[in-house]
């Protein structure tokens, strides 16, 4: 886009994309994911992803995060082409790098929210501790209970706890709030919002409500498989000023 020669050298965005295509399958049945998405994407940035369903944005998400691999195009991140790792050297990225939230909290519903986080904390390098986690998320009052205690959206928030324990780089959220209400919804991106405030993490979240839109730093839009739309948000709301 020409967004992206004015936003300077590679070396200084985080993530570098270039000609990032996705199909899947083969002959007539083939779809086309992505096509031919070109983003520069700066450390530290909120960026919210709008699009229809189908538009391409979890398969961009998952391409960014080392989940899935791309057709054609390159992808770097702090200069390191994830695009040409072999699966080792990818699974190391996406376990020292990202963490992912998903509208679905997969937590263990026999374990604590301190145990949820745990699991993450024990196997990480430089973690924080789970009450630390927890507490950035709202939830210090919340330690010793289990999922089936928690709300919908308390349960997402140990989900974020859980995501940012081991301090990645970049968070991706594909529709955290999707299953949940505004109100509760709010909370969630509150979470998600000072995480990346407090952290500086860099925070990818992908949303079909336009209204979050307001919250970020940037604003990618997709359809059809194409970045239709890539706009800068200088004056951010904060998630309680967002109504839906
Ligand atoms: P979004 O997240 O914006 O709803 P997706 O990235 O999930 O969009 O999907 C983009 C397109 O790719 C859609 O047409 C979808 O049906 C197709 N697609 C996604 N995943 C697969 C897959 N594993 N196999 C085949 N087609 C897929
Ligand atoms: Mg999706």
Redesign the pocket.
């Given at each position: 886009m020409a967004n992206s020669a004015t936003r300077g050298a590679e070396a200084e965005s985080l993530y570098s994309i270039h000609g990032l295509t996705?199909i899947?399958?083969e002959g007539p049945t083939a779809?086309?994911?992505?096509r031919n998405v070109d983003l520069e994407l700066p450390k530290s940035a909120m960026v919210v992803?709008l699009?229809?369903?189908?538009?391409?944005?979890?398969?961009?998400?998952?391409i960014v995060g080392g989940l899935?691999d791309a057709t054609s195009g390159q992808v770097f991140f702090e200069g390191l082409e994830l695009t040409a790792l072999d699966s080792t050297a990818l699974t190391e990225y996406r376990r020292n790098s990202v963490s992912f939230v998903f509208q679905f909290y997969n937590l263990v519903a026999s374990l604590t929210a301190r145990e949820n986080v745990s699991l993450i904390t024990e196997i990480a390098e430089n973690p924080m501790t789970p009450e630390e986690a927890l507490a950035m998320v709202g939830l210090e009052s919340r330690i010793d209970h289990f999922p089936s205690q928690l709300s919908g959206g308390e349960q997402q928030r140990v989900a974020i706890a859980r995501a940012i324990a081991k301090r990645p780089k970049v968070m991706l959220c594909?529709?955290p709030t999707g299953a949940l209400d505004s109100q509760t919804g709010v909370k969630v991106l509150e979470a998600l919002d000072q995480v990346n405030r407090e952290l500086g993490t860099t925070t990818l979240l992908?949303t079909?409500n336009v209204v979050i839109a307001d919250m970020a730093d940037r604003i990618l839009r997709?359809a059809d498989?194409e970045l239709v739309e890539d706009r800068d948000n200088p004056d951010r709301s904060a998630p309680a000023e967002l109504q839906w």
């Open positions: 996705k899947y399958g779809v086309k994911a992505l992803l699009g229809a369903s189908g538009s391409g944005k979890s398969t961009f998400l998952n899935d594909d529709e992908i079909h997709f498989g």
